[in-house]
């Protein structure tokens, strides 16, 4: 059994982290198909929208096409209009295009983004973004677009190149310093390639004239400070890279690593951008020869080719489910046919939204449709459909028949078609009569109709999966267990992972099963948060196996109480279920609950409860969540659990969010936290995703094939949650304090919600690790991130090191030591890691190598040198060992060089900037300056006369604050 992180990789690419698939892509004959971009309902209409986006990508083909050296451009592409929008535009109805599985989303602003495109990226460096935000005002506002991001056909290349090929940013940002010393000890702009030219201004230093040009002298042997902004000149000879100055006329390419290739577009591996460090110093094209677009030359240079899309528009349509039921003799076992009608219920009288359409299609030896698909106009054709729903199992089971009967639905319907619409299918056992799963698989692909599947039991056949992602469908998996609530998530995922835009779908904030004896009570607490609370219903399902009723007494935040003597308590001893739905909005705070049992014998009692936003304006705090693969092929078995917490387009930063994962009896389940740190299987720090790692698959005896259930749960318990304006991803405007930056957070109170987080099978053939043998541990550990030089000392001669501890199986746990390297080449640190220097514990005045701290901890070591001097620079890197003798990834590239300090010098004031810069120092502008705080990157911002401000994108001004004093000798450099 042998394990690579390369082999690991390949295992994770297949599945990207997104609550709803992505419409998929796919470059055929230099040609981009399929591609969809989705206008939200929010939107107000206006034609020109359309007409610009169609202008937009007319351009934008031809310049992809010139970027990739006639290797790509678009051809079909769809826009998905909303609803509400009049027939003027199209008459021709949406079949699977959805806003949720859009690649281009139209929405209003980010809150970190404001008005600048860009794209969603959650996965490693390759593999696929998620989406690619526009708003109406930059594509609108023509003007304001390209004065300030320069020509828009060109930022949607750069943004093409995150979503398509996961490639970063090769521009700082607040995680990367603007200015680093090359090889020769020569102090450099950030930037790709080195052909772009341009000037350093200290932006403290400014006058009517102009602003003084920062030192930037090597033999001073000191980085510029922070608030010295390389400006490129407006005429340029450098071709590359898009990742860069996109707006430069001159920028046409992306850069390359090609001894042979366009000098003006090479790489620089030096820099210290996030393409290198996340892309592990690859230049764009080494990584865009790996995607599918272009390995093993695919789709090759093709010269004189006509770039023109064609474009598609399409009205958005109401959402669609047929609920396939199974009722074969099996499900009469252990309640089941109760427990599906009762989920049942509450998905159709709680789950689905107004104006959505549903039918009901039940099957045992045949199917038989029970409800044609009905739409839900209000909360009696809600008990109509109720009361429709199946209750006698009996027969055996024809998967094949449910499945074509819910089609059937679909196509005797209004819409005419199944394209597009959503079957659940919910099934205990394997198929044993024809038509097979194999025999309509394919038909269900050819209508493009998506399949989420419940694999109700150990016993349920194993092909469920395998129909969920042909057809793009979720999957689920109830155990039966006391403690299990995926039976009632898996429904209610089925439609919040889809419709997570809209505001009138509820959120979970309580989903748990609690075990009460004979005559005792429990209690149980549930927080409505203040993003929350309208439409509020607590529901308590009881055992069908007792027949008495349990009692529950509701205390609001208030103290007033809800019993059964209250107009909000309904009892259905049909489903043995209560729920209490609250009048109004629900009030913000803690909510008490008391469940008595006055039965003879122990009841296994379910809590659920569901909310929607305060107001239909208010997006709610949101939490998804989604495995890296629901079906694990390779040995030994391993994957990422993936979720994110939002407001609206804002990340919940710092929340607690913890992963429970069944497994097989008679295994218990085990807790996995999820962390945001940008360590480990997470990406990137505070963008709101949380990661970790699930390695805790166990040897049992399945029916068919082995299943794991995911719940997560997010909240704050720790009180630390909050929503923090954060930087990411996007083209490099002309202004430079445009880049979003790190600010300080705002509390969001507590909060908690709960979701179904999908589930895990295991193929029979997958051996597994024996944790109680050492010497079968395979994985490693994760690579070492946040590697960076804190100080030097010029007397002592050392080097002060700092990076976050990793894990022992890749985040999980603490390595056994440390092997860090260092050299005076850089190209040899990076790419023959074992032949370069080691330094051992010896080699430290402070700190240890041999006894790492837990995963996710802070580490610090100080290195002594052999010798400092002028030009003499120091490359660092590190990586983490496990007892096994496993070795994690190096990590990224820290510099230092030691010098005496020097005077501060300035040149002078420079006249005749041109562009944006002018627009900075015009006069009647206020200069406003702001330190470096972390390692973010905050600079000068102005505030102009009205004429300038409306070619610029408006600031608030505030006092320069002051300047620290210049007092260390010291050159230290974030990582490269």
């Known amino acids: 059994m042998h394990f690579t992180l390369l082999s690991f990789w390949l295992f994770m690419c297949g599945v990207p982290f997104t609550s709803a698939a992505r419409n998929p892509i796919h470059l055929v004959n230099n040609t981009y198909t399929n591609l969809l971009i989705a206008i939200n309902e929010n939107i107000e209409e206006d034609h020109d929208i359309i007409k610009y986006l169609q202008e937009l990508y007319v351009d934008a083909s031809a310049d992809l096409y010139q970027a990739t050296n006639q290797r790509a451009m678009y051809g079909e592409i769809t826009i998905l209009i909303p609803e509400s929008w009049s027939d003027a535009m199209t008459k021709e109805k949406a079949t699977t295009e959805t806003f949720e599985s859009a690649n281009i989303i139209v929405d209003v602003s980010h809150p970190d983004y404001e008005d600048a495109p860009y794209v969603k990226q959650t996965r490693p460096c390759g593999e696929n973004g998620e989406y690619m935000h526009l708003t109406p005002r930059w594509i609108l506002d023509r003007d304001w677009a390209e004065y300030t991001y320069g020509k828009s056909s060109k930022v949607l290349v750069h943004e093409w190149a995150h ?54 002298d090597p033999e001073s042997g000191v980085i510029p400070d922070p608030w010295c902004v390389y400006i490129p000149d407006e005429t340029n000879q450098g071709t590359g890279s898009y990742l860069y100055a996109n707006y430069l006329e001159s920028v046409v390419e992306f850069c390359h690593s090609d001894p042979a290739g366009n000098p003006n577009s090479k790489h620089n591996p030096v820099a210290l951008t996030k393409q290198n460090e996340l892309c592990q110093y ?16 695919n789709n090759p240079p093709i010269a004189g080719l006509n770039t023109m899309p064609t474009f598609k528009i399409v009205r958005n349509e109401e959402f669609r489910t047929v609920l396939v039921m199974d009722l074969s003799g099996s499900m009469i076992v252990d309640n089941r046919a109760n427990l599906q009608h009762q989920a049942a219920s509450k998905y159709i009288a709680n789950t689905l939204p107004l104006n959505s359409w549903v039918g009901i299609v039940q099957f045992s030896d045949d199917a038989t449709t029970l409800a044609p698909l009905t739409k839900i106009v209000d909360d009696e054709a809600r008990r109509d459909l109720v009361a429709l729903l199946p209750k006698s199992p009996t027969g055996s089971t024809c998967i094949g028949c449910g499945l074509r009967q819910g089609v059937q639905v679909f196509e005797n319907s209004i819409f005419g078609s199944g394209a597009g619409g959503i079957i659940f299918l919910t099934t205990d056992g394997e198929e044993n009569l024809s038509p097979y799963i194999d025999d309509v698989l394919p038909d269900l692909i050819l209508k493009e109709v998506i399949v989420d599947t419940l694999a109700f039991s150990e016993s349920a056949d194993p ?11 979720n999957s689920c998996w109830y155990s039966e267990a006391d403690n299990s609530t995926a039976l009632n ?17 509820p959120v979970q904030i309580a989903s748990k099963k609690t075990t009460i004896v004979s005559g005792a009570a429990t209690t149980g607490t549930v927080h409505v948060d203040s993003s929350i609370g309208r439409d509020t219903v607590f529901f308590f399902f009881w055992d069908f196996s007792s027949t008495v009723a349990v009692d529950v007494i509701i205390t609001r935040p208030d103290g007033v109480t809800i019993d059964s003597t209250n107009s909000q308590y309904n009892r259905d001893d049909n489903t043995k279920a209560i729920f209490i739905k609250i009048d109004r909005i629900a009030e913000a705070g803690e909510w008490l609950y008391e469940i008595t049992n006055p039965g003879f014998s122990s009841q296994v009692v379910e809590v659920s409860v569901d909310s929607k936003s305060v107001d239909s304006s208010t997006q709610p705090i949101r939490l998804s969540s989604t495995p890296s693969t629901d079906y694990v092929t390779d040995s030994p078995p391993m994957a990422i659990i993936y979720a994110e917490v939002n407001q609206g387009y804002s990340p919940v930063l710092d929340a607690k969010v913890i ?9 218990s389940p085990v ?40 719940q997560v749960k997010a909240d704050d318990s720790d009180q630390t949650a909050e929503i923090r304006t954060i930087s990411r991803t996007g083209a490099m405007p002309r202004n430079y304090t445009l880049i979003p930056r790190k600010d300080k957070g705002v509390p969001i109170g507590f909060f908690s919600r709960v979701v179904q987080g999908g589930m895990i099978q295991v193929n029979n053939a997958v051996e597994y690790v024996n944790w109680t043998d050492p010497t079968s541990d395979v994985f490693p550990p994760s690579r070492v991130t946040g590697l960076v030089v804190t100080s030097t000392s010029y007397d002592n001669v050392t080097v002060t090191l700092q990076w976050t501890a990793t894990g022992d199986d890749f985040d999980i746990g603490t390595a056994s030591l440390y092997d860090l390297r260092y050299d005076t080449n850089f190209g040899r640190l990076a790419n023959s890691f074992d032949d370069c220097y080691q330094l051992s514990n010896d080699n430290l005045t402070a700190g240890t190598l041999t006894a790492p701290k837990e995963s996710r901890e802070t580490e610090t070591v100080t290195v002594q040198l052999s010798s400092s001097g002028p030009g003499l620079t120091y490359y660092f890197s590190i990586r983490a060992i496990d007892e096994a003798g496993n070795k994690g990834e190096s990590s990224s590239i820290a510099q230092a060089t030691i010098v005496a300090a020097p005077s501060v010098i300035n040149e002078p004031v420079e006249e005749g900037l041109e562009g944006w810069l002018m627009a900075l120092i015009i006069v009647g502008g206020v200069i406003v300056c702001v330190s470096t705080i972390g390692v ?11 004429e300038t401000i409306s070619k610029v994108e408006p600031s608030t001004a505030s006092e320069m604050e002051n300047r620290p004093q210049e007092s260390i000798a010291t050159v230290a450099h974030s990582t490269l």
Not at 496 to 504: F, I, L, N
Not at 674 to 695: E, H, M, P, Q, R
Request: charged share 25%.
């Open 463 to 473: 092909k469920l999966v395998e129909v969920s992602d042909k057809t793009g469908g």
């Open 671 to 710: 807790d996995v936290q999820l962390f945001d740190s940008g360590t480990g299987a997470d990406l990137t720090k505070d963008d709101g995703i949380y990661s970790g790692y699930f390695v805790d698959f166990v040897e049992a005896t399945c029916v068919t094939e082995c299943r794991y259930n995911i």
């Open 936 to 946: 973010s990157i905050w600079m000068c911002k102005c505030l102009t006369t009205r």
């Open 282 to 297: 690859r230049s764009a094209w080494d990584v865009m020869l790996t995607t599918e677009d272009f390995i093993n030359d």
């Open 163 to 216: 979503m398509q090929w996961g490639l970063f940013i090769e521009y700082p940002d607040d995680t990367n310093k603007q200015y680093y010393l090359d090889a020769n000890g020569t102090v450099e702009p950030t930037r790709c390639s080195l052909a772009i030219t341009g000037k350093s201004y200290d932006f403290t230093n400014c006058d009517r004239k102009g602003c003084a040009r920062c030192n930037t």
């Open 489 to 505: 998530d898996c429904f209610t995922a089925s439609v919040t992972e889809r419709t997570s835009s809209r505001t009138d779908i």
């Open 659 to 667: 992963a429970t994962v069944e497994r097989p009896s008679p295994h």
